[in-house]
């Protein structure tokens, strides 16, 4: 009896002889390092950061905080989304959104009593007393900070019930708008979001 105990090498063991494969060479490492660099931005997003705004009102004054701060987060590498519902879409209304009305009444802000602001026509003024701060200050407009933001990447979106209810007509809005956009889109938006606003 055999007290032999090595064992016959296996049928896919390799030969001592048999070539071995040949490592990458530097250039080899360098582009697989690349498409690895590339596929992880890409899963990750440019930053992986998320702004959601919901834009509810139409006056003047109430137009500016959701562009002007849509279009900072953008200019920051956030992804922004801005969801216009009710008057908010007068926002996006191309005509409209040139002539947005300031309202005196109920501003404690406004330097009118509300007694004074009451009367007919002070809107009219105190709109055109922003109107005017806005043009002394060169401070962008309505259409710019709209135009602006569009080209940085935000998204606008039109709520499609607001729509309907208020009889828009989607060919009104700014060249770039997705209109159609329902309340649950925009609440998965949301919830995706690491900084949701409510304006």
């Given amino acids: 009896m055999s007290t032999d105990t090595s064992e016959a090498p296996a049928d896919d063991a390799p030969a001592d002889d048999a070539p071995a494969d040949d490592p990458p060479s530097r250039a080899e490492l360098a582009a697989r390092v690349d498409e690895l660099e590339d596929a992880l931005a890409e899963a990750e997003g440019e930053d992986g950061k998320k702004m959601s705004i919901i834009a509810t009102k139409g006056t003047l004054d109430m137009a500016y905080p959701p562009l002007i701060l849509a279009s900072t987060a953008a200019a920051f590498g956030y992804e922004v989304t801005v969801f216009h519902t009710f008057w908010g879409l007068e926002i996006l209304h191309e005509e409209r959104s040139k002539s947005l009305k300031l309202s005196s009444v109920g501003n404690p ?3 009118v009593p509300n007694a004074v602001a009451a009367l007919p026509g002070m809107d009219r003024v105190t709109t055109k007393m922003m109107e005017k701060k806005i043009a002394d200050n060169d401070t962008a407009t309505i259409e710019e900070l709209i135009e602006t933001s569009l080209e940085m990447g935000v998204e606008f979106q039109a709520c499609q019930m607001t729509i309907d209810l208020m009889d ?6 700014y060249d770039g708008v997705t209109a159609g ?11 995706d979001a690491d900084i949701q606003l409510l304006v």
């Fill in 181 to 191: 956009v329902g309340a649950a889109t925009a609440l998965q938006d949301m919830a």
């Fill in 168 to 173: 828009y007509d989607e060919d009104d809005f």
């Fill in 109 to 111: 802000n406004m330097p």
